[in-house]
């Protein structure tokens, strides 16, 4: 059956992570989408760790696409982009302010030829102010928007999310929905429309919890490492294994099951500990009163143990631990996709749709090979053929 976003076409102008990502996204979601690619590709490529030469932060960023090589500064690939883009429904690109109407593919120029384009941009920072037109790679966002501030250990410097790059990846499902909901108003409205998605904004709307915490009390927040900023307790443990287990309390009610359950029954008349606000107030030393309880016993002791009581609770697992936990095979969360680079192992969809399910997941199409091209171009109209 064909995913909820089957007929859709969409034209990925992107560049690295955050457009690439949000592309490749509508198209797991049964989009037909084309990537244009430069003729001499993009540093993003080289990122390691690479597969078979591509890195594979390039080819997760890249999968259910059709990939397409052209030189958008030559009047013949340019005249091929401004073709597909007559026939696509949704464009979405987030390169420097400026950059795409000097290719000639910015939204007047598209919306002049297809009314019906829904346009998506993700500039860096505001066009009015001092940054604008200024690059903003992941971790310049984590600095600058105080994300990196409030990540590490507690009196220790300041941490960046590693590898991963958790804003590109999280920002880009901004640009989805935007898409999204940019084709429901062309519904409405007959019309498309061009659609921002700052990524600096983003960063920001992401930590509302720690901003309203800082404007309420006027405290810049702490770094605490595993710890909630909210709840406590609720962190990693250590264990007799030397391993790690996640607990929380998020009420009181919770609170008294897990002194129960760790035989501190006598905490929950102590003042230091009868409110969750005392508990933050004194988490250094309830901390310590529960890692030594933790410390006596190994990690799948206290999962079954603490579960038992209806302790919310988790072991801090490893990418192969995780791969041997019985829930996570019997869900099959993780799937093989086949590129031209190798086999991918990856996260499936999170989504669930009972009358149009996702198709699997496809490897897209190496950039530049010239079987692709033609089966791009030939699927594309006759003026995009003749092109």
């Not at 995913?3 to 102008?13: A, I, M, N, Q, Y």
């Not at 592309?23 to 540093?43: F, K």
């Not at 005392?278 to 999962?303: C, F, G, Y």
């Not at 699997?360 to 530049?368: F, S």
Request: glycine share 8%; with cysteine; proline share 6%.
């Amino acid at each position: 059956m064909p995913g909820p976003l089957e007929g859709t076409r969409v034209l990925d102008l992107g560049t690295y992570a955050i457009g690439p990502a949000a592309a490749s996204t509508l198209g797991q979601l049964g989009a037909e989408v084309i990537r244009i690619e430069n003729p001499a590709g993009e540093a993003f490529m080289d990122f390691e760790p690479t597969m078979g030469g591509m890195a594979t932060s390039y080819i997760n960023a890249n999968l259910a696409k059709q990939s397409i090589t052209l030189d958008l500064k030559t009047d013949q690939g340019l005249e091929v982009a401004l073709t597909l883009a007559d026939r696509a429904d949704v464009i979405v690109e987030n390169r420097l302010a400026g950059v795409i109407d000097k290719l000639g593919l910015g939204y007047d120029t598209i919306s002049a030829r297809n009314p019906r384009i829904v346009y998506i941009s993700m500039p860096g920072f505001s066009p009015d102010g001092p940054f604008a037109g200024k690059p903003a790679l992941d971790m310049d966002i984590q600095a600058l928007s105080g994300f990196a501030s409030i990540e590490g250990a507690a009196g220790g410097p300041p941490e960046l999310f590693r590898v991963y790059a958790h804003m590109d990846h999280t920002t880009a499902l901004f640009l989805v929905q935007t898409a999204i909901l940019g084709l429901i108003g062309r519904e409405q409205t007959g019309r498309g429309a061009h659609l921002e998605v700052g990524f600096f904004s983003s960063a920001l709307f992401l930590q509302a919890t720690r901003l309203a915490q800082y404007f309420a009390r006027g405290e810049t927040p702490k770094r605490t490492a595993s710890a909630s900023s909210t709840i406590a307790p609720s962190q990693s443990f250590v264990c007799l294994d030397g391993r790690y287990v996640n607990i929380s309390a998020p009420d009181d009610e919770t609170w008294h099951r897990l002194c129960e359950a760790l035989d501190i029954a006598t905490l929950c008349d102590d003042d230091r500990f009868k409110s969750n606000d005392a508990r933050l107030q004194n988490r250094h030393d309830l901390s310590e009163l529960i890692s030594r309880k933790t410390s006596e016993a190994p990690v799948w002791w206290w999962l079954v143990h603490l579960r038992r009581h209806s302790i919310p609770c988790g072991p801090v697992y490893q990418f192969d631990e995780m791969r041997r936990d019985e829930h996570f095979l019997s869900e099959e969360l993780l799937i093989d996709v086949q590129t031209p680079w190798g086999p991918v192992v990856r996260g499936g969809h999170p989504w669930h749709f009972s009358e149009t399910p996702c198709a699997d997941i496809e490897g897209t199409h190496a950039p530049g090979s010239d079987d692709e091209t033609v089966r791009v171009l030939s699927k594309s109209g006759p003026e995009t053929r003749q092109a």
